[in-house]
């Protein structure tokens, strides 16, 4: 008998560490699933965030695209009502830059052309 209770005294001693690892397994699973809760929760809110974004700046190009369609339409309004004075002030303006851009040029003193010296 002696010989029995021998072999089993280190059966008790292994249940037990058994018993242990399963309680800690159990506490290991419970903390993954709390984990995976928080990190859903926190991908949610980040998902809802940026779908705010988006809101905002779809939001912003619709009106600025409303507003450069009104200014739009309001210059061609203008130039059908005012034909005339739209050519008149894009030929003065065009008259003016050319007679700038001709006194500019001749107050620079440049060297003689290469193509003239070629030609003589």
Do not use: H
């Not at 089993?8 to 809760?37: C, G, H």
């Not at 303006?93 to 290469?114: A, H, K, M």
């Amino acid at each position: 008998m002696a010989e029995t209770d021998d072999k089993e005294s280190p059966k008790v001693p292994q249940k037990e560490n058994r018993d242990t690892l399963e309680k800690q397994l159990a506490m290991m699973k419970r903390e993954i699933a709390d984990i995976k809760k928080g990190l859903a929760a926190r991908t949610e809110e980040a998902a809802n965030e940026a779908a705010g974004w988006y809101r905002d700046a779809s939001d912003r190009a619709v009106n600025a695209t409303q507003a450069l369609k009104a200014q739009a339409e309001d210059v061609t309004e203008t130039v059908k009502e005012n034909p005339g004075t739209v050519t008149t002030a894009l030929l003065v303006g065009g008259l003016i830059g050319f007679v700038l851009g001709y006194v500019s040029s001749q107050g620079v003193d440049r060297p003689p052309s290469t193509w003239r010296s070629w030609s003589s």
